[in-house]
């Protein structure tokens, strides 16, 4: 499987850290340094799917083919406005794809949960010669914006990769466990005449110190296990690209794996956590800005809410 078309769509709205401690009892120097998100880009008047189409179309015209050309559609998603149909349902007819799709919430894993399904389908469907890969994620409409440990860590976007048979994808290492507590967000359900329980729904909650050491600990052990189980040492990797939720996160899985600085790009900075998009997202501006060389060896690795965790190695052949 081959990564042969990349693209993202951002909404249009920059909100900085600034922005925020006009509302909220943070600063500048508190996000900047904790954090290492500077500003983010969010839904203010946009339609998610709009954002996902576009970032589709952007990725197919990268791949150079026409979305009749995909033959599987999966989308990445945690929450968006339709509870059904499915968001890849939505997005398929929004960029006139005929092909049979579904959506997948692994969290921010999900993009690497994406992956390693469409490298399954590859080989076991002779049919499908082209997949796209979309990651579409609002998680600021998920926080209480009250609630500055939370709100000032997401933003919103939307990123696609289209895949086409191949040998780039070399491995990939999942990992899932029951974990609840540390983050989670439960959505209140229509009432029947016939429920007795007591239920109730609310805004995201998150134990940020126990989500960092489980994010360390879980992502280190996914690129250990994926880069020496396909017999690479860790020098031979050229570019670790990491899920985008604190670069403290980033910066204690690099130190852990001796790697220089340059090898771990990151653009959090500018968009802070988009859930499963960030990959995606970082993925595409560096195809774009053309840090990616053909022949390059790459480790992507992404944690989030279950707990999910996953890590593929690739190698890019694209041009
Ligand atoms: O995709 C998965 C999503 N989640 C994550 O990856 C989150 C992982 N966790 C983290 O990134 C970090 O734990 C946070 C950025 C969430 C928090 O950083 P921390 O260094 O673990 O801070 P903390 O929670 O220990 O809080 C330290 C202090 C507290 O004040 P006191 O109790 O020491 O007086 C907080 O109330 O910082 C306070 N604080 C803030 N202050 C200013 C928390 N949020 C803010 C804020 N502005 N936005």
Known sequence: MNIIGTGRAHPSLT?????????????????????????????????????????????????????????????????????????????????????????????????????????????TKKEVNHILILCAEEPTRMCDWQERSTCVLFGDGAAAVVLSRGDDFIGSSLSSFSCVEPLYQIRELEKTPFITKEEFGGPLVMKGQEVFKLAVKSSLSDIRKVVEDNGYTYDEVDYYLLHQANIRIIDTIRRSLDQDEVKFPHNIRHYGNTSSASLPILLDELNRNQTLNSGDTIVLSAFGAGFTSGACLLNWSKQ
């Open 15 to 123: 909100v900085t850290n600034e922005m925020l401690s006009r509302f909220l009892d943070t600063s500048d120097e508190w996000i900047t340094t904790r954090t290492g998100i500077k500003q983010r880009q969010l839904i203010s008047h946009e339609k998610l799917e709009d954002l996902a189409a576009e970032a589709c179309n952007n990725a197919l015209e990268d791949a150079g083919i026409s979305a009749k050309d995909i033959d599987f559609f999966i989308c990445s998603n945690v929450v968006n406005e339709y509870i059904t149909p499915s968001l890849s349902c939505i997005v398929q007819g929004m960029i006139g794809a005929t092909c049979a799709c579904f959506d997948l919430n692994s969290a921010c894993a999900g993009f690497i949960y994406a992956l390693d399904i469409a490298n399954s389908f590859f080989k």
